[in-house]
């Protein structure tokens, strides 16, 4: 099945690598919530930083 053999890890990457391309730093992010679909692969998350800026993904970020 799609996405059986992606790991916590591989997303956590995925939706970090994004963040930054985003120029949010990592260490500034107070909340992160990371929304997985497993059956099409797809994440989405929102960030929260310290000083209340939220940014997340309008497009799924996927693994290959």
Not at 17 to 32: C, F, R, S, Y
Not at 33 to 54: C, D, H, L, Q, R
């Amino acid at each position: 099945t799609a996405g059986s053999n992606m790991s916590d890890s591989d997303i956590e990457k995925a939706v970090k690598e994004d963040i930054k391309a985003a120029g949010v730093k990592i260490n500034t992010i107070d909340t992160l919530e990371v929304y997985f679909k497993p059956e099409s692969s797809e994440i989405y998350y929102v960030a929260t930083t310290k000083t209340g800026e939220v940014v997340g993904n309008k497009e799924a970020l996927t693994i290959a």
